[in-house]
T-cell receptor, first 111, second 117 residues
C-alpha cells in the first residue's frame, strides 16, 4: 500500500472558502512534502515540513504535521478558481530521497 | 527557463515499437529521478541517478525499460517493445543533494504522456 494516503479523494468548494485535505503515512520520516498538479501537467512543489516542525505557512497555505499520528494536513485559505488541481503528499526515503506519493486529493474550486 | 525540461510532451506509438524520452534537469542538480503516473493515481518511482550513476531501480522497471544519464546532465528513458500497459505520464524530477542536508525538494518537469495503441 502507498506510504502516503490523502483524504478526501475529491473536494468541491466555492471560491473564497477554505479547503482542507489530510495525508497519512506509515513509516518514520525526515520530512513530508506537498505538491500540486494541474490537469495533465507536472508537479509543483508547494511546501516541505520537517519532522521536527509542527506547522508551516506559505502564503495561503498552512501545513501541519503530527508525527505521533503519522499524519499531515494541508489547508488552503480563501481558495481561488486557480487552486483547482490535484494535491499530493509525498514522503522521501532516507536513502536516495525518492518520493512515495499518495493517490492525491482532487480539488475543484467553483467560481 | 531554467526548470526541468522533458521532451517530447506527447508520444503516440504502436504496440511493439520502441520509444525514448529525454529529460534535462536543472543544471546544478546532481540527482535525477524518473516517475510514472497513471490516470487518477499518484506518481510511482521508477529509478534515480546520482550524477551519472544509476543508484536504484524500482521493480516497476522491467527489462524493457532502460535509463541513462551518460554525462551526469540530461537523461533518457527508453522503453522497448511497448505494451498498452506502458501508457502513462512519465515524469522526470531533479534535486540538489548536499552532504549534511538531506531530502530537499524535487523539481518536476511537465512530463511526457505516452499512449500505446
Amino acid at each position: 500500500s502507498q506510504q502516503g494516503e490523502e483524504d478526501p479523494q475529491a473536494l468541491s468548494i466555492q471560491e473564497g472558502e477554505n479547503a482542507t485535505m489530510n495525508c497519512s503515512y506509515k513509516t518514520s520520516i525526515n520530512n513530508l512534502q506537498w505538491y500540486r498538479q494541474n490537469s495533465g501537467r507536472g508537479l509543483v512543489h508547494l511546501i516541505l515540513i520537517r519532522s521536527n516542525e509542527r506547522e508551516k505557512h506559505s502564503g495561503r497555505l498552512r501545513v501541519t504535521l503530527d508525527t505521533s499520528k503519522k499524519s499531515s494536513s494541508l489547508l488552503i485559505t480563501a481558495s481561488r478558481a486557480a487552486d483547482t488541481a490535484s494535491y499530493f503528499c509525498a514522503t522521501p526515503k532516507p536513502a536516495g530521497n525518492k518520493l512515495t506519493f499518495g493517490g492525491g486529493t482532487r480539488v475543484l474550486v467553483k467560481p | 527557463d531554467t526548470g526541468v525540461s522533458q521532451n517530447p510532451r506527447h508520444k503516440i506509438t504502436k504496440r511493439g515499437q520502441n520509444v525514448t524520452f529525454r529529460c534535462d534537469p536543472i543544471s546544478e542538480h546532481n540527482r535525477l529521478y524518473w516517475y510514472r503516473q497513471t490516470l487518477g493515481q499518484g506518481p510511482e518511482f521508477l529509478t534515480y541517478f546520482q550524477n551519472e550513476a544509476q543508484l536504484e531501480k524500482s521493480r516497476l522497471l522491467s527489462d524493457r525499460f532502460s535509463a541513462e544519464r551518460p554525462k551526469g546532465s540530461f537523461s533518457t528513458l527508453e522503453i522497448q517493445r511497448t505494451e498498452q500497459g506502458d501508457s502513462a505520464m512519465y515524469l522526470c524530477a531533479s534535486s540538489l543533494e548536499r552532504l549534511g542536508r538531506m531530502n530537499t525538494e524535487a523539481f518536476f518537469g511537465q512530463g511526457t504522456r505516452l499512449t500505446v495503441v
